[in-house]
């Protein structure tokens, strides 16, 4: 069955350094991925979106890349600042017809100053 | 311009009950999804609406059923409730129903079932 897999321990990291999250799946081929953010208590806000054949993205300090043959992607967030404290899900597409995400159990991210 | 906005925010009810949530989508957009929550876990997938129609459901009983209002305002409807219904609850808009449109998500209803 298709499975989407975050690290499940919160990482911590000190202010300024780069952040990197992974997201593992298998039984997949989504042309398609992406990563959103979520604070306590607030539904997921939408970070970025990245195809198949883009490899990487970037947006501001953050950068995400796609890699079909790892099937693997890593998300990164560079100079980290505590306000970059945050839950943070990949979700992939279910089916090529419906907008269904399936999203990661998500990573959480400290960011100490 | 409001984002996708989810009534009540948080609700209390007993197993065996009846529940109905409530979502208005972002202005412009067609497609409501809803989502279920378990503390800890991401989001599931539970049901899609575009124009009124549905065009996925996630692995959810009978008990859960949806609908979308010609405003495109959607509610979920729950049946039957159990303890592990008990959840966050999120609500989805986009303007298009395709797996390529971002999701934009309201902050949920929490329900607790006792």
């Keep these: ?113 | 311009d409001a984002g996708v906005t989810q009534s009540p925010t948080h609700l209390i009810k007993t197993r065996g009950q009846q529940v109905t949530l409530r979502c208005s989508p972002i202005s412009g957009h067609k497609s409501v999804s809803w989502y279920q929550q378990v503390l800890g876990q991401g989001p599931q997938f539970i049901f899609q609406y575009y124009e009124k129609e549905e065009r996925g459901r996630g692995n959810f009983p009978d008990r859960f059923s949806a609908r979308q209002f010609p405003n495109y305002s959607s509610e979920l409807n729950v049946n039957a409730l159990l303890l592990g219904d008990s959840a966050l609850y999120l609500c989805a808009s986009s303007f298009y129903s395709s797996y390529n449109s971002p999701l934009h998500f309201g902050n949920g209803t929490r329900l607790t079932v006792t």
């Design chain 1, 1 to 113: 069955s298709q499975k989407i897999e975050q690290n499940s321990e919160a990482l911590n990291i000190q202010e300024g350094k780069t952040a990197t999250l992974t997201c593992n799946y298998t039984n997949y081929s989504p042309a398609y991925l992406q990563w959103y953010r979520q604070d306590p208590g607030r539904g997921p806000v939408f970070l970025l979106l990245i195809r198949e054949n883009e490899k990487e993205k970037r947006k501001e300090r953050l950068k995400v890349t796609f890699d079909t043959t790892l099937k693997q992607s890593l998300f990164h967030i560079t100079a980290s600042q505590p306000a970059d404290s945050a839950t943070y899900l990949c979700a992939l597409h279910g089916s090529s017809n419906t907008g269904k995400l399936i999203f990661g159990q998500g990573t959480t991210l400290q960011v100490k100053p």
